[in-house]
């Protein structure tokens, strides 16, 4: 018999990457960001459970990768 191993789309499979990431005990989610008209890009930015996005010091919002 042909042993499978587990799909990579098994959420029992995934690792701790996968868990909630927080900012100041607060969690957050991914949202994209689309800033190019003023300079800053597109990119997948953290939104709090309000949907707001959060801000840097520099009022940019901070990307959801550096949490």
Do not use: C, W
Not at 42 to 60: C, F, H, N, P, T
């Amino acid at each position: 018999m042909l042993k499978t191993s587990k799909s990579k789309n098994d959420p029992t499979a995934r690792g701790p990457s996968a868990q909630a990431k927080t900012y100041d005990g607060k969690k957050v989610k991914p949202a994209l960001y689309v800033g190019t008209a003023v300079g800053h890009g597109r990119y997948i930015a953290a939104q709090d459970e309000s949907g707001k996005l959060v801000i840097d010091r520099d009022g940019k919002p901070f990307a959801y990768r550096d949490l």
